[in-house]
T-cell receptor, first 114, second 114 residues
Framework: AQSVTQLGSHVSVSEGALVLLRCNYS??????LFWYVQYPNQGLQLLLK??????LVKGINGFEAEFKKSETSFHLTKPSAHMSDAAEYFC????????????FGRGTQLTVWP | GAVVSQHPSWVICKSGTSVKIECRSL??????MFWYRQFPKQSLMLMAT?????????EQGVEKDKFLINHASLTLSTLTVTSAHPEDSSFYIC??????????FGPGTRLTVT
């Protein structure tokens, strides 16, 4: 079975500051890991994903995440926050496939202060 | 990139009536579509997996007679909420799986039952 824990339901940073959103997963098989962003009243947009290979994954809008198997983590980072990054972020895991069902974390609301 | 649309984007209906939500893959064929439900400030919960030409697979606790799913073509899946009640008010999101091993999410439909 797969599950995701996102530490911190709310994260606030100043514009230009480092963004760090935490995600830990549990999976009985090699996981595929995803980060999605959701703006108010909209669907989900894929930021990045890890399947196999390089553990540091770069995504859109300057975000990146690193798969750390020993820590069962897939934290999302961005060196410098922008006002437009304010949104809800979801970490998700699937059981070794991009085709199967996704298990989502509870989400982290990112607020960016000017 | 692949686009998934949902219609309507929002709907208000009276208690006891039925509402149909459409999910379309606009530029690709999707043999599998997923239906999620999202309560305010919460994560996405998978309701059912819809396979073209066959019956949907419902998650535990989801009433299949209340949430009717039809996947009649490779580009269209519908979710019908029958005899809606205020507790069915939620944000419903679909995703479609392409043959390039990606899931694409629709923009969501906000249902309010009065």
């Amino acid at each position: 079975a797969q599950s995701v824990t996102q530490l911190g339901s709310h994260v606030s940073v100043s514009e230009g500051a480092l963004v760090l959103l935490r995600c830990n997963y549990s999976s009985s098989v090699p996981p595929y890991l995803f980060w999605y962003v959701q703006y108010p009243n909209q669907g989900l947009q894929l930021l990045l994903k890890y399947t196999t290979g390089a553990t540091l994954v770069k995504g859109i809008n300057g975000f990146e995440a690193e798969f750390k198997k020993s820590e069962t983590s897939f934290h999302l980072t961005k060196p410098s926050a922008h006002m437009s990054d304010a949104a809800e972020y979801f970490c998700a895991v699937s059981g070794g496939s991009t085709l199967g069902r996704l298990y989502f974390g509870r989400g982290t609301q990112l607020t960016v202060w000017p | 990139g692949a686009v998934v649309s949902q219609h309507p984007s929002w709907v208000i209906c009276k208690s006891g009536t039925s509402v149909k939500i459409e999910c379309r893959s606009l530029d690709f064929q999707a043999t599998t579509m997923f239906w999620y439900r999202q309560f305010p400030k919460q994560s996405l919960m998978l309701m059912a997996t819809s396979n073209e030409g066959s019956k949907a697979t419902y998650e535990q606790g989801v009433e299949k007679d209340k949430f009717l799913i039809n996947h009649a073509s490779l580009t269209l899946s519908t979710l019908t909420v029958t005899s809606a009640h205020p507790e069915d008010s939620s944000f419903y999101i679909c995703s479609a799986r392409s043959d390039r091993d990606e899931q694409y999410f629709g923009p969501g439909t906000r249902l309010t039952v009065t």
